[in-house]
């Protein structure tokens, strides 16, 4: 059973840059998910990453803004997000699985789930 937790949300300002960690307890290879909830929306995968770190994807409308890395040492996976605009305010999770699709992370691909972290930026 894995447990993962998130942590580094906050208020930021539009143009301004979060980081995001994922710390994860339990044992394991695993891809990592980020995925996204704002207010009145569907959940919505943001960035994945495979147990290597040698894979990543995103979705287009973070490309370029934001980058996802992991440190296999400390259990632990990063979401760098820069350039921040108001329509990235939601709530952020971080999930795990073992399917690696190339695309965009998938709800259903995701077995753990952490309890998410708000991110909130501020026009």
């Known amino acids: 059973q894995l447990q993962l937790v998130e942590s580094g949300g906050g208020l930021v300002q539009a143009g301004g840059s979060l980081l995001l960690s994922c710390q994860i307890s339990?044992?394991?290879?695993?891809?990592i998910g980020w995925f996204r909830q704002a207010p009145g929306k569907a959940r919505e995968g943001v960035s994945c990453?495979?147990?290597?770190?040698?894979?990543?994807a995103y979705a287009d409308s973070v490309k370029g803004r934001f980058t996802i890395s992991r440190d296999n040492v400390k259990n632990t996976v990063y979401l760098q997000m820069s350039s921040l605009k108001p329509d990235d305010t939601a709530v952020y999770y971080c999930?795990?699985?073992?399917?690696?699709?190339?695309?965009?992370?998938?709800?259903?691909?995701?077995?753990?789930w952490g309890q998410g972290i708000q991110v909130v930026v501020s026009s």
């Open positions: 999930a795990a699985g073992t399917f690696f699709s190339g695309g965009p992370p998938a709800i259903d691909e995701y077995d753990y």
């Open positions: 990453i495979v147990s290597s770190g040698t894979s990543t």
């Open positions: 339990g044992s394991g290879y695993y891809t």
